[in-house]
C-alpha cells in the first residue's frame, strides 16, 4: 500500500461503493499481495531503500555537531517524516495487507487509519516548512541574519518542527476517535480500510488542509522565491570585487572566529571591510545559494511525486477517474521518499562533509 491510497481512501467520502470497487477493488474479495508479484516486490525495495537513506541523513544530523544548523533541522524533520512512512507505516500496512482474520482488531485499524493520515501529513506539511524558511530568508534578510546568529538559534526550528507535529496529531485525533467508537454500517472484513466512513466531512476536509493546501502554498511560493533569489544575484555581481589582501586577511580570520572584522588601522583612509563567515568557514552568500538549490530540487520532486498524486485524485473527487494513472502515481509517490535524502546529502555541504568523515 502507498500514500496514494491514502488520498484515495479519504476523498471517497464524496464516491460511492460502486466508483471505490471498479478503482481500487472489493475488501471483501480481495486478497493479500503476494509476495512474487511486481507491486509487492517494488514496495519492498522502495522502502526498504527509502528507509536506509532517511536513517543515514538523521545519523549524520545527530552525530555531527557541523550539520545541526538551522535550516537543515527542516530537512532532518522531512526525512523523520519519510521514516515514519517508509518503515513504521509501511510495516503496519504489511501487517494489514496479510490479515487473516475476518474481522480486525478495531483498535488496529483506528491505530492504521491515524498513522497513515499522519505521515503523508507530516511529508507535505514538511516541505511547507522549508519553503517558508526561504520565503522568510529572501523576503527579509536581515530579520532571518539575525535571528540565526545567537547562540540559540536552533530552538526557533525546533520549536516550529514540533508544533508542525503536535498540530496534524490534535487535527487527526477526534475524527479518528469518532470514527472508531462510531458503530459502522459495513464494517471492516479481512483488512483494515483507511477511510473514516463514519465522518465524510472530516476525511475529506482533513485531506484538503493537512495534504493539499501545504504542497499548493510550496508551489504557488516558489516562483517568487526565485524572482527574489535572481534580483539579490544581479545586485551582488554589481558590487565591486574585494582586493586580494581583504581575501587573504578573510581566509585566515575563517579560522579564528565566525564573524570576521578586518580594519585597515589609523594610517589608511579605507573603512573597515567586513566579510561575513557561516559557522562551518563557507561564506554566507555561498551557503544561501547552496539553500536554494536545495529547495529546488524539493520542488522537482514535489512537482513529480507529489502534486501527480494531489490532481489525481482531487479529479476523482469530482467524478472524474483518469484510467492507468494510478499505477504512474503509485510509482511516483513511491520514488519521493529516496529522493529527499539523496537531495540532503548531494546539495547540502555539512551533510556530504559529515558522510565522508563518519560513512567512508
Given at each position: ?22 478503482i ?13 508479484n ?13 528507509t ?51 474481522y ?15 505521515s ?66 459495513q ?40 524572482f ?6 544581479r ?25 570576521s ?14 566579510r ?27 512537482l ?7 490532481i ?13 494513472m ?8 513511491s ?9 540532503c546529502?548531494?546539495t ?12 567512508c
Amino acid at each position: 500500500m502507498n500514500n496514494t491510497v491514502l488520498f484515495a481512501s479519504n476523498l471517497s467520502g464524496v464516491w460511492s461503493n460502486e466508483t471505490l470497487a471498479r478503482i481500487f477493488g472489493n475488501s471483501t474479495t480481495k486478497t493479500a499481495p503476494a509476495p512474487g508479484n511486481f507491486q509487492f516486490i517494488f514496495s519492498l525495495i522502495i522502502n526498504i531503500t527509502a528507509t536506509i537513506l532517511n536513517a543515514v541523513v538523521l545519523f549524520l544530523f545527530c552525530k555531527s555537531s557541523s550539520v545541526r544548523k538551522p535550516f537543515n533541522f527542516y530537512l532532518a524533520n522531512l526525512c523523520s517524516a519519510n521514516l515514519l512512512f517508509t518503515s513504521l507505516n509501511y510495516a503496519v500496512t504489511l501487517i494489514n495487507d496479510f490479515l487473516t482474520a475476518r474481522y480486525p482488531p478495531v483498535l488496529f485499524c483506528a491505530f492504521l487509519r491515524y498513522l497513515t493520515f499522519l505521515s503523508g501529513a507530516a511529508i507535505n506539511t514538511s516541505h511547507f516548512l522549508i519553503a517558508m524558511n526561504r520565503l522568510w530568508a529572501v523576503v527579509w534578510p536581515e530579520s532571518y541574519r539575525r535571528s540565526h546568529r545567537s547562540s540559540t538559534a536552533a530552538r526557533r526550528p525546533v520549536i516550529i518542527c514540533s508544533a508542525m507535529w503536535i498540530y496534524i496529531m490534535v487535527w487527526l485525533l477526534p475524527g479518528v476517535v469518532l470514527d472508531t467508537i462510531t458503530p459502522r454500517a459495513q464494517p471492516d472484513i479481512r483488512r483494515c480500510s483507511t477511510r473514516m466512513v463514519n465522518l465524510p466531512v472530516f476525511g475529506p476536509l482533513s485531506v484538503f488542509v493537512l495534504l493539499n493546501i501545504p504542497i499548493d502554498i510550496v508551489l504557488l511560493t516558489y516562483p517568487f522565491i526565485l524572482f527574489k533569489q535572481i534580483v539579490r544575484g544581479r545586485g551582488k555581481s554589481k558590487t565591486a570585487p574585494a582586493t586580494a589582501a581583504d581575501s587573504a586577511y578573510t581566509r585566515h580570520s575563517h579560522r579564528t572566529r565566525r564573524f570576521s572584522v578586518h580594519t585597515d588601522g589609523d594610517t589608511h583612509e579605507n573603512p573597515p571591510v567586513v566579510r561575513a563567515v557561516c559557522c562551518d568557514g563557507a561564506p554566507r552568500d555561498k551557503r544561501r545559494n547552496a539553500n536554494f538549490l536545495t529547495l529546488s530540487f524539493l520542488i522537482l520532486t514535489v512537482l513529480g511525486s507529489l502534486f501527480p498524486a494531489q490532481i489525481f485524485f482531487t479529479a476523482l473527487a469530482f467524478g472524474t477517474y483518469i484510467p492507468g494513472m494510478l499505477e504512474i502515481v503509485f510509482i511516483l509517490y513511491s520514488l519521493s521518499p529516496i529522493l529527499d535524502p539523496l537531495i540532503c546529502l548531494l546539495t547540502v555541504g555539512s551533510f556530504r562533509h559529515a558522510f565522508r568523515n563518519h560513512c567512508c
